[in-house]
Nanobody
Framework: QVQLVESGGGLVQTGGSLRLSCAAS????????MGWYRQAPGNQRELVAR???????NYADSVKGRFTISKDNAKNTVYLQMNFLKPEDTAVYYC?????????WGKGTLVTVSS
């Protein structure tokens, strides 16, 4: 079992930046591939970015070039740097393993981008 706690969300204007953090209760190396997901009101949860054990990254087309996922194995923390934010990025952001594990979902962190 693992607890994942997301933080760093907030209200930001279009074009602004935020850095999200996801702190895990145990080794993220042991979890494997980690991902950031988001769910906007009325929409299904979607994968935004993922990072592999060796650091390989993949991004959804909608965020490619604007978001960067990274991790610190020593701190058991995964990050999501979000730049050039758009109103359509407004959502609750979650981290989880990839593929996701139902028992790992946390409360998420809300990101609101104003136009």
């Amino acid at each position: 079992q693992v607890q994942l706690v997301e933080s760093g969300g907030g209200l930001v204007q279009t074009g602004g930046s935020l850095r999200l953090s996801c702190a895990a209760s145990r080794s993220i190396f042991s979890i494997g591939v980690m991902g950031w997901y988001r769910q906007a009101p009325g929409n299904q949860r979607e994968l935004v970015a993922r990072i592999g054990i060796a650091g390989t990254t993949n991004y959804a087309d909608s965020v490619k070039g604007r978001f960067t996922i990274s991790k610190d194995n020593a701190k058991n923390t995964v990050y999501l740097q979000m730049n050039f934010l758009k109103p359509e990025d407004t959502a609750v952001y979650y981290c989880n393993a990839f593929p996701s594990v139902a028992a790992y979902w946390g409360k998420g962190t809300l990101v609101t981008v104003s136009s």
